[in-house]
């Protein structure tokens, strides 16, 4: 659904534009594109380290194809491994360990059929959870981030725009561009927060719901250090 949001909100704007009698080539603006989305890019990654980012660019597809887990599959096999189990011990499921495509789950197969103790691999296997969730609270601080960069970009653009057009007042001919300039920047800052950042990183909070800092959406609050 996020990929069929975003083409509805881009034939939103354009139609709207269109109906108006503007054209869409009067939405582009490459020096406002510069600065808003460039300075919140770069700000970002001042404020995460690389690992993170390259996570972060990796996951972007969970939002047009999430991530699916077949319940159904998921009980048919663990029922094959326990009746294995029981019928044969345990080490009778190394044979099927790989035919187990889940990571987490063929870790802790593997465990038992190693002979750790119960209490052990409990231990790791939340250990392993908590690492993830860790992981993942970062790619959602990452798009936040962005979301609280990009109205100080609009508003640094703004300003920008706005020196220029003020050393065009003595040619009245070229003033209405300059001044369209920094409507563009304030159109590409959307006021206060960019209001499709957090449409990009309130998807991603289901897989981290702990952290309580990632719940809701504060328009006054961004993160200004990568958590823990």
């Not at 996570?55 to 699916?68: C, D, H, N």
């Not at 499921?93 to 593997?110: R, S």
Request: charged residues 20%.
């Amino acid at each position: 659904m996020s990929l069929i949001g975003l083409l509805l909100a881009l034939i939103a704007i354009l139609g709207g534009n269109m109906i108006e009698g503007g054209h869409p080539s009067a939405l582009l603006n490459l020096p406002a594109f510069l600065i808003v989305i460039g300075g919140t890019v770069g700000a970002a990654l001042t404020q995460f380290p690389f690992s993170v980012v390259a996570r972060t660019l990796k996951r972007f597809k969970w939002l047009i194809t999430p991530l699916r887990l077949d319940m159904q599959e998921q009980a048919q096999l663990l029922e094959t491994l326990a009746g294995n189990a029981r019928r044969s011990g345990m080490l009778a499921l190394e044979a099927i360990t790989d035919d187990i495509k889940d990571p987490f789950l063929k870790k802790g197969v593997q465990m038992m059929v190693d002979g750790y103790e119960k209490t052990k691999i409990h231990e790791v296997l939340e250990n392993e959870i908590e690492f993830e969730q860790n992981d993942l609270e970062q790619t959602v601080k990452f798009y936040e981030a962005m979301g609280g960069y990009c109205p100080t970009m609009g508003i640094v653009g703004a300003v920008f725009g706005l020196i220029h057009a003020m050393g065009l007042l003595d040619a009245p001919d070229q003033l209405g561009g300059g001044y369209c300039g920094r409507l563009h920047r304030n159109d590409l800052r959307g006021g206060r927060r960019q209001p499709y950042l957090p449409a990009i990183w309130q998807p991603l909070q289901r897989f981290c719901p702990s952290d309580p800092s990632l719940q809701g959406d504060d328009p006054d609050r961004h993160s200004l250090h990568p958590g823990r």
